[in-house]
């Protein structure tokens, strides 16, 4: 199997003025052709530093990927290091610098003079197209590998990658197809669903199942090796399969489904509606369900009644309740979903209060703990959480453990 | 001057199904402390891969970062990598295991094995608290170096950097001063933001003057660099001053303040209140609001009125308005801010709706169409806007854009 190694150039990458999502994108993109990515390396704009990963990459990969450091000012250096480590020089190409000027033209502007020197690449490699800027890309096979320089700004990398160097990676991924899938969980942390999982998570097993978890979402991803698409296919279904049975309901769905897409869904099958009544999660919960588009289906009415005094004039939550219970009770959860309902008119309606932090918690009452209530035909359910972490960790999981609550309770 | 090395650790960084922005916030915060990153790995959550990294990190930089694979799975194996490079063994630390059972014990659950791992680190190595989750961080000194492992959560890893790493960085630093001052703007995109500033965003310049954008939020970020503290300090304030009087109330903040923060404080300030009606943002704009701790202060009610009656039976929205001009309209923006401020009795109210797409558009009215309104004692301001971008832009821009002309509205 063929493996690659990304190296990623500029000085904004180190100083963290900008974040590198040209590396997650090619190592998805590879993966999928079954070229995984092995190693990555960051660099400045410093010719010895890129000839320094160029060698270190190519001691750990067949196929070396460099992103950045190909525009037309003085710190961008990527060309230079490229020729040196082919031990080559640069040269003028004439169609490329053409290319350039008609760019400009296009544009009605003349070619700035330091646009030149893109036009030039190490003697022996090939340009790549670049149809949304100016920097070209540059191919060259040596000493076994296959060398790819492309530019750092991600919508240009993307399209080059997919319209210039994939139809090249065919030929050398040579054969091995690679299936993916995921799985998205929610209600289990991630040392939970490793034991429930045992040796299916072991290390080095074809297909290999990795998990990671972000903001209670837990991603299972299913990677199959095989000699042909089907094949993989098949090992990655029965994968799925297994995983499904061992996990039950932890599973909500598949690939980049979130939990309001998959509510969303169920409730424009079933031509449902419903509501939302926010205090500690202040919008959050709205803002999940209406991010998907389409969301004016079946959700018709949301409200963050953050004060007492909105709890009770705008869902009718009986003052003498907030009074003996406080507003982050059982009670008032109960009759913020139970109120949002009524006033709504729809099927479902969910009442969130809590803690979020850092102030406002008591000794009973300690930061992160949430009551989210459920209500519907069938009665109204509510439960006591404790969530962990920051203000905004503590809001973003209060409102996609109602979401996953509310999932729950439309099964039956 | 001492120089620092990354190491990010996980095969999701390699696979691309996560970006790694540790690097880049770890980049940041190093270089505002006068340390520059000079060079940055990622590896697969494999022990010699690790170490290989470890050496490679030495070899640049004085103070090495690793991020990653600290969790209590099988797959973590940075702990292991961390003693290996030390040539030292994993080591029980009895008070460890005690904080991670009290973080199961305070959420009212029994500890899963996995996790015991977690207590263990090199054999002399200091652990690093972690008030957010039950991965301790490692910190040891070997060969010369200063070497710190922390969890690849972002969350965790910055509060962790905050807490418990740049106290102990601030002797480790030495020599050169750098002193970074950000700017916020709001109101202008980048380029006429570079047009007003000119030559004093030249490349090399002392003061350097960065520009960033993200969803129409311009940050501009001065460093100075001097001998000592107070040199660089006076040059940042010079610096900061002439781009306040070159960008007058398009500065709306300075450092890491949102615009939701900046509005908050004023109205705290005031002791004002203010509700939002929203529709196409759906919560979104109550949830900038609420992201601010404390916000109970100021904030008291929002509506998500995502449907017409939910406009006409929560807000007052006359039917005939909709019916007229659509819900999409001046007037109805108008209608909706004026019925929630009236609805909840606040100094003032927002009123919001547009096409977030990507469906729901008609010649007339494209997506991206957004009416936004002030309403306060002083009359009631109305303004349309067509963002581009997809549904989460829109909708996020609408709502810093709704904030923006409240703060604006403010000032008089």
Redesign the interface.
């Known amino acids: 199997m063929k493996r690659a190694s990304?190296i990623s150039i500029g000085n904004e990458?180190?100083?963290?003025?900008?974040?590198?999502?040209n590396?997650?994108?090619?190592?998805?993109?590879?993966?999928s052709i079954g070229i995984?990515?092995?190693?990555?390396?960051?660099?400045?704009d410093d010719i010895d530093?890129i000839i320094r990963s160029f060698n270190?990459a190519s001691s750990d990969a067949d196929l070396i990927f460099a992103t950045g450091g190909l525009g037309p000012?003085d710190?961008d250096v990527t060309r230079q290091a490229f020729a040196k480590f082919l031990s080559t020089e640069l040269q003028l190409q004439k169609e490329l610098l053409q290319k350039i000027q008609n760019f400009f033209i296009s544009r009605n502007r003349q070619m700035p003079s330091k646009n030149k020197v893109q036009a030039y690449i190490p003697a022996g490699s090939k340009a790549l197209a670049n149809n949304l800027g100016t920097a070209p890309g540059i191919m060259a096979e040596a000493k076994g590998k296959l060398l790819i320089a492309l530019p750092g700004v991600p919508s240009e990398m993307k399209q080059m990658f997919e319209e210039s160097v994939l139809p090249e990676l065919q030929r050398f991924a040579g054969g091995q197809a690679v299936v993916i899938r995921k799985l998205k969980c929610f209600g289990a942390?991630?040392?939970?669903i490793?034991?429930l999982l045992g040796p299916l998570?072991?290390?080095g097993r074809n297909p290999l199942i990795?998990?990671?978890?972000s903001c209670g979402v837990i991603?299972l991803?299913i990677?199959a090796t095989a000699k042909d698409k089907d094949k993989a296919q098949q090992m990655a279904e029965k994968d799925e399969k297994s995983l499904r049975n061992k996990l039950g309901e932890l599973v909500y769905g598949t690939e980049d489904q979130t939990l309001a897409e998959v509510v969303g869904e169920k409730l424009a099958q079933q031509k449902k509606t419903i509501a939302?009544a926010?205090s500690c999660t202040?919008?959050?919960?709205?803002?999940l369900?209406?991010?998907i588009?389409?969301?004016?289906r079946y959700?018709?009415?949301?409200?963050?009644?953050?004060?007492n005094?909105?709890k009770t004039?705008?869902l009718g939550v009986p003052a003498h309740l907030i009074e003996k219970h406080g507003s982050v009770s059982e009670q008032v959860a109960q009759a913020m979903a139970q109120g949002a309902r009524k006033?709504?008119g729809t099927a479902f309606a969910i009442g969130v209060t809590g803690i979020a932090?850092?102030?406002?918690a008591s000794e009973q009452k300690?930061v992160g703990l949430v009551y989210i209530s459920v209500d519907s035909d069938n009665g109204c359910e509510t439960k006591r959480f404790?969530f962990?972490?920051?203000?905004?960790?503590i809001?973003l999981r209060a409102a996609q453990t109602a979401l996953n609550m509310f999932r729950l309770k439309m099964r039956y």
């Open positions: 990304i990458l180190l100083s963290g003025q900008t974040v590198d999502t590396a997650a994108n090619l190592g998805e993109r590879l993966l995984p990515v092995v190693s990555s390396y960051t660099t400045g530093s270190l000012t710190d942390g991630e040392s939970n490793a034991e998570m072991q290390r990795n998990c990671t978890a991603t991803t990677t939302v926010e202040g919008g959050c919960l709205a803002k369900l209406t991010d588009p389409g969301a004016s959700f018709t009415h949301g409200w963050v009644t953050y004060s005094s909105a004039s705008e006033r709504a932090g850092p102030t406002g300690p404790i962990s972490g920051g203000r905004g960790t809001r």
